[in-house]
């Protein structure tokens, strides 16, 4: 990866303008969540509390803050197994995340979904998918039934670099172009699909212009700047909503850890994870933009002792709350109507 296209040398001035600062503070502690939290997924999980497969967004933080923040009640979000951060940036109770994590009756998901398949009809998160590009065009889906009942709710559907070559992506594409589906598309361009770097594994080096061919604007965003992202999504959810048909975002973003748990990401230098965290952090960045607006540290250290109590008391409830009885391996699986 070359760090000149993750714009690594600084953020752009300008984008201090584009939230309020009580918007800051509101992105600040939703990304502060995220971050803690999957802190102490990662722990949890290295002394065998949570089991299978595990994809922390350490790094990720801005691109699910961004995007929620933007959201109205009934518009739909689908994302890939990288989503304990969404569940965290809609609302959803960080105890009944941890619960699912720890496989208990009490998580979202009655602890059968585990880390990638998560779901809350109540924030109307269709998942966590398991299966690499799968979810895209079950977010289609979404925009489609949106457009069916005649609302001008949106369907947010992210997916991953590595996700952004497969066919189903580019039949997703087509589809919600014809039928002008208000469908955005967020690509997480994190650089690695799973160990292989972007440029390897794809002749488009510029994924946001991939909808070109069907007629779909695109935006290519800095994925480490709240407000860039905000602004971003924003812009495409506008034009959702007016009927115009779906919109094509590329976040250029950075996870910080392996593509999951068990991954020593020996393709890549710690000098270049280092470098990223060093002059591209998404929480520093916000952190310091609260201090330059007058922000004092003592408040920001207290919203992080506050979330770090918030972390704890999940990881407590998920370690303590019973297992699914066995009766549960039979529910939700045949629908008689």
């Given at each position: 990866m070359q760090e000149a296209?993750?714009?690594?040398?600084?953020?752009?001035?300008?984008?201090?303008?584009?939230?309020?600062?009580?918007q800051f503070l509101n992105a600040y502690r939703i990304a502060l969540l995220i971050r803690r939290f999957e802190e102490k997924v990662g722990q949890l999980?290295?002394?065998?509390?949570?089991?299978?497969?595990c994809h922390l967004y350490i790094g990720e933080e801005a691109v699910a803050t961004g995007i929620t923040m933007n959201l109205r009640s009934g518009d739909k979000v689908i994302t890939s197994y990288r989503d304990h951060g969404y569940m965290l940036a809609l609302g959803i109770d960080p105890r009944s995340v941890m619960a699912e994590l720890t496989g208990r009756a009490t998580g979202c998901s009655r602890g059968k979904g585990g880390s990638m398949h998560?779901?809350?009809?109540?924030?109307?998160?269709?998942?966590?998918?398991?299966?690499?590009?799968?979810?895209?065009?079950?977010?289609?889906g979404l925009a489609f039934?949106?457009?069916?009942?005649?609302?001008?709710?949106v369907a947010i559907t992210c997916f991953g670099d590595g996700a952004n070559n497969q066919g189903q992506v580019y039949e997703s594409y087509n589809l919600a172009s014809l039928h002008k589906l208000?469908?955005?598309?967020?690509?997480?361009?994190?650089?690695?699909?799973?160990?292989?770097?972007?440029?390897?594994?794809?002749?488009?080096?510029?994924?946001?212009?991939?909808?070109?061919?069907?007629?779909?604007?695109?935006?290519?965003v800095d994925g480490m700047d709240v407000a860039a992202v905000?602004?971003?999504?924003?812009?495409?959810?506008?034009?959702?909503?007016?009927?115009?048909?779906?919109?094509?975002?590329?976040m250029m973003t950075y996870r910080y850890r392996g593509h999951s748990m068990s991954d020593p990401a020996k393709y890549r230098t710690r000098e270049e994870v280092d470098h990223v965290r060093k002059t591209h952090d998404p929480i520093e960045h916000?952190?310091?933009?609260?201090?330059?607006?007058?922000?004092?540290?003592?408040?920001?250290?207290?919203?992080?002792?506050?979330?770090?109590?918030?972390?704890?008391?999940?990881?407590e409830f998920a370690q303590t709350s019973p297992e699914p009885e066995a009766q549960e391996l039979y529910t939700n699986v045949v629908l008689e109507a």
């Open positions: 296209e993750l714009q690594t040398d600084g953020f752009a001035d300008d984008t201090k303008k584009l939230l309020t600062r009580d999980y290295s002394t065998g509390f949570i089991g299978g497969f998560m779901y809350s009809r109540e924030k109307n998160f269709y998942g966590g998918c398991g299966i690499v590009g799968a979810q895209v065009p079950l977010g289609v039934a949106n457009r069916y009942r005649g609302t001008d709710e208000p469908c955005v598309f967020v690509i997480e361009n994190n650089h690695y699909g799973m160990g292989t770097s972007v440029e390897r594994s794809s002749a488009s080096h510029n994924l946001y212009k991939n909808g070109e061919p069907w007629g779909i604007p695109g935006l290519q905000h602004a971003a999504v924003k812009q495409a959810v506008t034009y959702c909503r007016e009927g115009k048909g779906p919109y094509l975002l590329e916000i952190k310091n933009i609260l201090l330059e607006d007058g922000e004092k540290e003592n408040t920001l250290q207290t919203i992080d002792d506050e979330i770090k109590a918030i972390v704890n008391d999940a990881a």
